[in-house]
């Protein structure tokens, strides 16, 4: 038998008693408004490097869709002292390994190199954040591929495609209705003009963060910054406009069909994240209310969904107190055999209900906190993704300061705002339901369903 | 106990940022032991964080699944749905309840189980206890059982719906025809639907047993705790014999292609050969070559000629996957469907060339800057050092592979490149497989 100390964590929560360790996490601003963050993790002799751009799809219009992901394509392209690969060329001689991302809210450059090595890095950088090279016939090449890309994640993937059109229909006017990858109608009339005009735009040290991680010393990091990112000229950006999504005014429902042979179904309840919410522990509350449906095996979704009831046989739940705007709870999942996606959906309403309903019991509780303590030390193992949370901080906006907060925040958070912010956000009115219907795999099938449906379509008339 | 937990990780964590400042040591040295029922123990220290990760590794992959796709996996998942009398539910609330965190993967060769936990015993301890039960007393209850077989079902068919997973799928049926890495780890629905408690118990009593077993630690634990993690997580297990040698592979006798229909609107596109074995000869010189011809992300000849050149795919790609037995030497990718005659010629043209003519020197020398340059990112977390320390172990690869590894790729020269390719890679007796739409 176990202890029963390992399953009754005693009641008394934390009470404001925590104080802060001392962050070993050094900020610096160049003269020309580039911020750079350190942060030593001196485990092994290896070095992070990333610059994060604040601008992603979300800073995106109707029309240019998919510009931001294209142009962090472009970024591998040469500048007018290096040709086209030969970045990537220097990085794997010296034995790094590199790449780039793009989100909604950022797109970011890295590079993890053995710790001498980091000149090199802020070498190339320094110089692809000014003096890129769009060339057209590059960009002919570079594009086919993203659509490639596009096809290869979204088109063909049923339940990507799914979620794609899910997100355009929950948002209306927030830019987040945009899909990183871009519309493929907008890929195919993008040009090498439009690319270079938002190179122009948000490729500037003021509007950059550099962020290192590892066996550094932050004095160095910050003398190697200014020789050179130092000498780049800054840029007049332009704010970008709020675009804050309108009240929702009622539950949207739409069904997706594909080629596909298990249905899926994703629910999403617009609720705050940190950097708009008027009551700042309503995103902790939510965090942990995601925590209570789906943190870990022993969460209600797998207990009660999946183990339990057995209608589902994934379910899922996810929030990101991170995002710049106004974000969505996501609930998913496909049914068990002999269940459809109503009786899915049905079980997924009663979850919310019952968090609505009843406050989340005291075990329950601190089991979400319990895990999310041991990952606070867990996430110390990867010097990566200290410099990811860094950035990803910094790119939205909230600061490098924001994490050393979610630890006393989370832990902060009672099973009565749980049940608040649940009665608050998780209502029908902020609900969009999209349901993705499967279609036959065979083509033939597929024919004769399609014939199928439009005749009866035309005998209902 | 909850409060403890709180202020132990900030106390934790106060310390490692008070720890800032020193330099970074070297990996210390592998240790390797044996339990006292025959498990190899690979150990590596790791003082800086307040966590140890356990890997339990056994020679119980989807290879041992004889007449029964599906059996080594089914067994596998199983394994924390009810223990000792424990239920699922118990066995998650425990381990989570002290911030552990379980994982496990089966695949061809290994079955694994994973244990992360913070190392202060009030938490490591309980952790660990329901750890060894999950892999010593595993229940088999049938309500479980069926639940989690129309789980492996319900995969199966979305499996259906994607094609990398169809083309994987055929790709490995194909090359391995009757070889036992031909069963497919996610089983079959006639398979699936016969496997009873009686078969996945029988599976269980087999090769979840010690001399059939590796554990991997690493973490903020001295030997002696190490020792006592090792044996109190394997106490459970019988004994037992080694998993039997898996038969050869035999090479393809001819050049075959395999073209599956599929709705979507790319063509996925898989090129192979039965490849290398984790102990061959050539596996260092073929490791470095490969890095030239596919291996080396955006700096490749596939990706030069495939993407940067035509534009034709997002990801292209050529690897040895080495196995206990040949596993295959595969290149890939996708491309717009009616490009996909054009992407393979390229691809075919390319291993060609590359066959024929080998690395030119400045390659080599750029792979072998990469991969040697790369060491210390290799070993640069627990996690990292976790893999090689299960690596090394599974396959019996000396202990002083991490610190050789380095010369013997510096070693390689492009006469053994050439060489090795000439001998190991057959262009015109490839197999080929073309998953999507016409």
Same mark, same amino acid.
């Given at each position: 038998?176990?202890?029963?100390?390992?399953?009754?964590?005693?009641?008394?929560?934390?009470?404001?008693?925590?104080?802060?360790?001392?962050?070993?996490?050094?900020?610096?601003?160049?003269?020309?408004?580039?911020?750079?963050?350190v942060k030593e993790d001196h485990r092994a002799p290896v070095v992070v490097?990333?610059?994060?751009?604040?601008?992603?799809?979300?800073?995106?219009?109707?029309?240019?869709?998919?510009?931001?992901?294209?142009?962090?394509?472009?970024?591998?392209?040469?500048?007018?002292?290096?040709?086209?690969?030969?970045?990537?060329?220097?990085?794997?001689?010296?034995?790094?390994?590199?790449?780039?991302?793009?989100?909604?809210?950022?797109?970011?450059?890295?590079?993890?190199l053995e710790k001498s090595r980091l000149?090199?890095?802020?070498?190339?950088?320094?110089?692809?954040?000014?003096?890129?090279?769009?060339?057209?016939?590059?960009?002919?090449?570079?594009?086919?591929?993203?659509?490639?890309?596009?096809?290869?994640?979204? /088109?063909?993937?049923?339940?990507?495609?799914?979620?794609?059109?899910?997100?355009?229909?929950?948002?209306?006017?927030?830019?987040?209705?945009?899909?990183?990858?871009?519309?493929?109608?907008?890929?195919?009339?993008?040009?090498?003009?439009?690319?270079?005009?938002?190179?122009?735009?948000?490729?500037?040290?003021?509007?950059?963060?550099?962020?290192v991680t590892g066996d550094v010393d932050p004095?160095a990091v910050?003398?190697?910054?200014?020789?050179?990112?130092?000498?780049?000229?800054?840029?007049?950006?332009?704010?970008?406009?709020?675009?804050?999504?309108?009240?929702?005014?009622?539950?949207?429902?739409?069904?997706?069909?594909?080629?596909? /042979?298990?249905?899926?179904?994703?629910?999403?309840?617009?609720?705050?994240?940190?950097?708009?919410?008027?009551?700042?522990?309503?995103?902790?509350?939510? /965090?942990?209310?995601?925590?209570?449906?789906?943190?870990?095996?022993?969460?209600?979704?797998?207990?009660?969904?999946?183990?339990?009831?057995?209608?589902?046989?994934?379910?899922?739940?996810?929030?990101?107190?991170?995002?710049?705007?106004?974000?969505?709870?996501?609930?998913?999942?496909?049914?068990?055999?002999?269940?459809?996606?109503?009786?899915?959906?049905?079980?997924?309403?009663?979850?919310?209900?019952?968090?609505?309903?009843?406050?989340?019991?005291?075990?329950?509780?601190?089991?979400?906190?319990?895990?999310?303590?041991?990952?606070?030390?867990?996430? /110390?193992?990867?010097v990566?993704?200290?410099?990811?949370?860094?950035?990803?901080?910094?790119?939205?906006?909230?600061?490098?300061?924001?994490?050393?907060?979610?630890?006393?925040?989370?832990?902060?958070?009672?099973?009565?705002?749980?049940?608040?912010?649940?009665?608050?956000?998780?209502?029908?009115?902020?609900?969009?339901?999209?349901?993705?219907?499967?279609?036959?795999?065979?083509?033939?099938?597929?024919?004769?369903?399609?014939?199928?449906?439009?005749?009866?379509?035309?005998?209902?008339? | 106990?909850?409060?403890?937990?709180?202020?132990?990780?900030?106390?934790?964590?106060?310390?490692?940022?008070?720890?800032a400042g020193g330099s970074a040591q070297a990996?210390?040295?592998?240790?390797?032991?044996?339990?006292?029922?025959?498990?190899?123990?690979?150990?590596?220290?790791?003082?800086e964080?307040?966590?140890?990760?356990?890997?339990?590794?056994?020679?119980?992959?989807?290879?041992?699944?004889?007449?029964?796709?599906?059996?080594?996996?089914?067994?596998?998942?199983?394994?924390?749905?009810?223990?000792?009398?424990?239920?699922?539910?118990?066995?998650?609330?425990?381990?989570?309840?002290?911030?552990?965190?379980?994982?496990?993967?089966?695949?061809?060769?290994?079955?694994?189980?994973?244990?992360?936990?913070?190392?202060?015993?009030?938490?490591?301890?309980?952790?660990?206890?329901?750890?060894?039960?999950?892999?010593?007393?595993?229940?088999?209850?049938?309500?479980?059982?069926?639940?989690?077989?129309?789980?492996?079902?319900?995969?199966?068919?979305?499996?259906?719906?994607?094609?990398?997973?169809?083309?994987?799928?055929?790709?490995?049926?194909?090359?391995?025809?009757?070889?036992?890495?031909?069963?497919?780890?996610?089983?079959?629905?006639?398979?699936?639907?016969?496997?009873?408690?009686?078969?996945?118990?029988?599976?269980?009593?087999?090769?979840?047993?010690?001399?059939?077993?590796?554990?991997?630690?690493?973490?903020?634990?001295?030997?002696?705790?190490?020792?006592?993690?090792?044996?109190?997580?394997?106490?459970?297990?019988?004994?037992?014999?080694?998993?039997?040698?898996? #038969?050869?592979?035999?090479?393809?006798?001819?050049?075959?292609?395999?073209?599956?229909?599929?709705?979507?609107?790319?063509?996925?596109?898989?090129?192979?050969?039965?490849?290398?074995?984790?102990?061959?000869?050539?596996?260092?010189?073929?490791?470095?070559?490969?890095?030239?011809?596919?291996?080396?992300?955006?700096?490749?000849?596939?990706?030069?000629?495939?993407?940067?050149?035509?534009?034709?795919?997002?990801?292209?790609?050529?690897?040895?996957?080495?196995?206990?037995?040949?596993?295959?030497?595969?290149?890939?990718?996708?491309?717009?469907?009616?490009?996909?005659?054009?992407?393979?010629?390229?691809?075919?043209?390319?291993?060609?060339?590359?066959?024929?003519?080998?690395?030119?020197?400045?390659?080599?020398?750029?792979?072998?800057?990469?991969?040697?340059?790369?060491?210390a990112l290799?070993?640069d977390?627990?996690?990292?050092?976790?893999?090689?320390?299960?690596?090394?172990?599974?396959?019996?690869? #000396?202990?002083?592979?991490?610190?050789?590894?380095?010369?013997?790729?510096?070693?390689?020269?492009?006469?053994?490149?050439?060489?090795?390719?000439?001998?190991?890679?057959?262009?015109?007796?490839?197999?080929?497989?073309?998953?999507?739409?016409?």
């Amino acid at each position: 038998m176990l202890p029963r100390t390992t399953l009754i964590l005693g009641a008394c929560l934390l009470s404001g008693v925590v104080a802060a360790a001392a962050p070993a996490v050094h900020e610096f601003k160049l003269d020309n408004g580039m911020k750079l963050v350190v942060k030593e993790d001196h485990r092994a002799p290896v070095v992070v490097s990333q610059v994060w751009y604040k601008v992603g799809s979300s800073y995106e219009r109707d029309g240019l869709t998919g510009i931001s992901h294209v142009l962090e394509h472009m970024m591998f392209k040469g500048t007018q002292k290096h040709g086209p690969g030969e970045f990537s060329r220097i990085i794997a001689e010296n034995g790094g390994s590199e790449n780039a991302f793009t989100s909604r809210d950022y797109t970011a450059y890295f590079q993890s190199l053995e710790k001498s090595r980091l000149p090199v890095s802020f070498e190339m950088e320094a110089d692809r954040m000014r003096n890129l090279r769009l060339n057209a016939a590059e960009f002919a090449k570079e594009v086919k591929v993203v659509m490639e890309e596009r096809r290869m994640r979204t /088109e063909d993937d049923a339940q990507s495609l799914t979620y794609e059109q899910f997100n355009a229909v929950a948002y209306l006017n927030s830019p987040y209705r945009i899909p990183t990858i871009g519309w493929m109608d907008d890929l195919e009339s993008l040009q090498v003009g439009d690319l270079q005009r938002w190179y122009q735009q948000w490729y500037a040290p003021n509007n950059a963060v550099l962020v290192v991680t590892g066996d550094v010393d932050p004095q160095a990091v910050l003398k190697l910054a200014r020789q050179h990112f130092g000498p780049l000229a800054a840029s007049t950006l332009e704010p970008a406009k709020p675009r804050h999504e309108i009240e929702q005014r009622g539950t949207r429902r739409m069904v997706v069909k594909a080629p596909a /042979e298990v249905p899926y179904l994703i629910m999403g309840y617009k609720v705050p994240a940190l950097s708009t919410a008027k009551a700042d522990w309503e995103p902790y509350a939510l /965090e942990v209310l995601a925590g209570i449906l789906d943190g870990g095996d022993s969460a209600r979704f797998t207990r009660e969904l999946v183990r339990g009831q057995q209608i589902a046989t994934t379910a899922g739940a996810g929030y990101d107190l991170n995002d710049r705007q106004e974000s969505l709870l996501l609930l998913d999942g496909s049914p068990a055999n002999g269940h459809d996606i109503a009786a899915l959906e049905t079980a997924l309403r009663a979850q919310i209900a019952q968090l609505r309903d009843k406050p989340v019991n005291a075990a329950e509780l601190e089991r979400v906190k319990a895990q999310v303590l041991a990952d606070h030390v867990y996430q /110390e193992d990867s010097v990566f993704y200290q410099a990811m949370q860094i950035g990803t901080l910094e790119a939205v906006g909230l600061g490098w300061q924001t994490m050393d907060r979610y630890l006393p925040r989370v832990q902060a958070v009672t099973a009565q705002q749980v049940q608040d912010v649940a009665r608050k956000y998780l209502i029908d009115d902020r609900l969009t339901v999209a349901v993705l219907d499967p279609q036959p795999m065979d083509a033939a099938a597929r024919a004769r369903a399609q014939k199928a449906a439009a005749q009866g379509a035309r005998d209902v008339h | 106990m909850f409060t403890d937990l709180l202020k132990f990780v900030r106390l934790a964590t106060a310390l490692f940022l008070l720890g800032a400042g020193g330099s970074a040591q070297a990996m210390a040295p592998i240790q390797h032991w044996q339990t006292t029922n025959g498990a190899r123990v690979y150990f590596v220290p790791a003082p800086e964080l307040p966590m140890v990760d356990i890997k339990v590794v056994f020679n119980a992959g989807s290879a041992r699944d004889g007449e029964h796709p599906g059996l080594a996996q089914l067994t596998h998942t199983l394994l924390d749905k009810g223990a000792d009398g424990l239920s699922a539910d118990r066995i998650a609330e425990h381990l989570e309840g002290v911030g552990a965190r379980l994982s496990g993967d089966s695949l061809r060769d290994m079955a694994t189980l994973g244990l992360r936990s913070l190392s202060d015993p009030k938490y490591l301890q309980p952790a660990l206890a329901v750890f060894a039960k999950v892999l010593a007393k595993p229940d088999f209850n049938a309500a479980d059982l069926n639940r989690e077989r129309e789980r492996m079902l319900i995969a199966l068919q979305y499996a259906q719906q994607q094609p990398d997973a169809v083309s994987e799928k055929t790709f490995y049926a194909a090359l391995y025809g009757t070889h036992p890495y031909a069963s497919p780890p996610e089983g079959t629905v006639e398979s699936l639907k016969a496997l009873d408690r009686a078969a996945l118990q029988a599976f269980y009593t087999r090769y979840y047993v010690a001399h059939n077993a590796v554990v991997a630690i690493v973490g903020a634990v001295d030997r002696a705790a190490a020792e006592k993690l090792a044996e109190t997580a394997t106490a459970g297990l019988a004994s037992g014999a080694p998993a039997p040698v898996l #038969p050869a592979v035999a090479d393809l006798a001819a050049a075959r292609e395999q073209r599956v229909a599929h709705p979507s609107t790319q063509t996925h596109v898989l090129l192979g050969q039965p490849g290398i074995r984790r102990d061959d000869p050539d596996y260092f010189t073929l490791y470095v070559g490969n890095y030239v011809l596919g291996g080396g992300g955006l700096v490749s000849r596939l990706s030069d000629e495939v993407r940067e050149k035509r534009g034709l795919s997002y990801s292209v790609y050529s690897y040895f996957m080495p196995m206990a037995e040949r596993g295959p030497f595969e290149l890939g990718l996708q491309t717009r469907n009616d490009q996909a005659a054009e992407a393979l010629k390229v691809l075919r043209e390319t291993l060609a060339r590359y066959v024929a003519e080998g690395p030119t020197a400045a390659e080599l020398e750029a792979a072998q800057k990469n991969i040697t340059g790369g060491q210390a990112l290799r070993i640069d977390s627990n996690r990292k050092i976790l893999e090689y320390l299960a690596v090394i172990g599974f396959y019996r690869l #000396p202990l002083d592979y991490l610190e050789t590894f380095n010369g013997k790729i510096e070693a390689v020269t492009l006469e053994q490149v050439r060489d090795a390719f000439k001998r190991r890679v057959q262009p015109e007796r490839m197999l080929t497989v073309l998953v999507g739409g016409s």
